[in-house]
């Protein structure tokens, strides 16, 4: 995907969503608990703009969301604070 890049592949997904996202409910709590998301249409229109010959029959994303509310407390070590990058100069471009 080298000669796709970020910023064409941002444009790709704003422009037409050619993935398919199906989404579970849980009924009692109504939360979000499974997604599937079929990548197939989408990472073939991409690979059309490389020079790999790839091609996918079928490319599924299973994303099971679990343990929600239970976190206590999430703690950043300060060194991943003190080496914190302001990626807001970064997405300006």
């Not at 009924?27 to 249409?41: F, G, Q």
């Not at 994303?61 to 990058?85: C, F, R, S, Y």
């Amino acid at each position: 995907l080298a000669s796709a890049g970020v910023a064409e592949i941002e444009q790709r997904l704003a422009a037409d969503s050619q993935f398919k996202v199906y989404m579970w409910i849980d009924k009692e709590t109504a939360a979000d608990v499974k997604y599937c998301i079929d990548l197939t249409a989408f990472v073939n229109d991409i690979m059309k703009t490389t020079e790999e010959a790839t091609r996918f029959d079928k490319l599924v994303m299973d994303i099971e969301v679990t343990g929600i509310n239970t976190v206590d407390k999430i703690e950043i070590p300060k060194e991943i604070i003190d080496n914190a990058v302001d990626m807001s100069e970064l997405i300006a471009e």
